[in-house]
């Protein structure tokens, strides 16, 4: 089998009301979507999504012509390609979808299928006061989640723990409760000052009390040291890594024990090929694998596909927080959202590849750019 094209194209939805994500400044009026879709001369596709193909353009040449099964050689460009221009690990997640179809399996009996099933957590992404959080998370534990996670980013952080003392009063036992403090990165434009270990220290001493499950990006995304001190100095578990896509970063976290659990996203931090050898690492050193998923649906599918095949972790992040953040506004290209089960679990099906299927019409209504790459048809 042979790759013999490669098409990108972008797909862009209006956000009415906007989306006013914690981690970011500003407002999200849209969202975005853009596809790579790997065309083979057996007529079999693979598509993979969830970052924007920053930097592929003049690498095609690459990838046309070669086999879609290389994929450690296919990984290694891509990681070359991450070094000097930008991140094309969707491309990665296409692969996995096209072995899949080829061999008529779902990517997570490929990658091991240690199980078929993994809980979800709900993930919220805004700011709101303790009162409409605490109702939401009661929403939660009717709709069959068993634990959820909770954004930081008012301007006194005591305000914040406010809102976990509510929740945790609000749902008893009934939610293992996870803390985002979004302090690892910044978007371009936000110049604001982040904590130190000090500070982290005593929002973890918080939140110990409210026997938070995990306390995630407390501290810059590379300062390995100091999450190390903090992890302790503290009972809660660390999380973090959710950017970090070199492999040299998690073997020194690994070393310094920097955190209890591990996240790089397989669509924005190196692939599914990648993030496997990156999990088995961080398993075998005694932490826990629990990828970010927030991208879209088909990068949160690529990281459930793994999760279920390899985890130890009992929960993987489900983007969710109505009414702002919901399956329609995040996965306007599927013809089925992804979504968890009544129970607040995925269970995967045994479609080949990943296991969705596009919208055809949707693509055609949200569609504001392309480029195809290779022989024409
Ligand atoms: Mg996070």
Known sequence: MKITSIEVKQYVKELDPPFKAAWDPKPRKKF??????????????GVGSGDLMTGFEGHEHLFIGQDPFAIERHSQVLDNIDFHYG??????????????????QPVYKLLGAK????NAYASTGEIV????????AKQFVEDGYKAMKIRFHHEDVRD???VVEEVRKAVGDQLDIMVDANQGWKMPWDTERTWDLKQ????ARELEKLNVYWLEEPL??????????????????IAGGEMN??????REMTNQGSLDVYQPDVALAGGITKVKKIADLVQSSGHMFSPHTWSNGIGLLANLHLSVAISDCPYIEFPYDPPVWTPDRRDYVLKEFIQPNENGEFIMSDKPGLGFELDEEALRQYEVGSAYFGEKE
């Open 87 to 104: 991140r094309c690990w969707p491309l990665d997640i296409a692969l996995w979808d096209l072995i899949g179809k080829a061999t008529g």
């Open 160 to 162: 914040d723990i406010s």
């Open 115 to 118: 199980s078929n099933k993994i």
């Open 245 to 250: 896509r070199r492999w040299p970063d998690f």
């Open 200 to 203: 982290a220290v005593q929002v």
């Open 220 to 237: 810059p995304a590379h300062d390995f040291k100091n999450m190390a001190k903090l992890r302790e100095m503290t009972n809660i578990r």
């Open 129 to 136: 006061t303790p009162d409409v959080r605490a109702e939401r």
């Open 32 to 45: 975005a979507s853009t596809l790579v879709y790997v065309h083979t001369d057996e007529g079999i596709t």
